[in-house]
């Protein structure tokens, strides 16, 4: 059961709602995809979505991004954290 109090984000890609620290919290900036740096605007990823080749490179294809490079980076993070 959920405390009343945990905070509930939405996936981009699949629209999914998630726990906030359940998800993957990451932010455009200049045409470059980073992990969330504490200020600014951002968006959340899931891992089903991560793990989906064919989201990824949609995501990729919206954000401007290498597709490759795109998933490279988001296993990394996920890795490493």
Same mark, same amino acid.
């Given at each position: ?10 996936? /981009? %890609? ?14 455009? @900036? !200049?045409?470059?995809? /980073? %992990? ?14 991560? @793990? !989906?080749?064919?989201? /990824? ?20 993070? /996920?890795?490493?954290?």
């Amino acid at each position: 059961m959920l405390k009343k109090n945990v905070p509930i984000r939405m996936c /981009i %890609a699949c629209r999914q709602r998630y726990t906030q620290n359940t998800i993957l919290r990451l932010q455009q @900036n !200049d045409h470059n995809i /980073i %992990a969330y740096q504490g200020h600014g605007r951002s968006f959340y990823l899931c891992d089903g979505c991560i @793990n !989906d080749t064919k989201k /990824i490179k949609g995501l990729a294809k919206r954000f401007r991004q290498d597709a490759e490079q795109f998933d490279k980076f988001l296993k990394e993070l /996920i890795k490493y954290g």
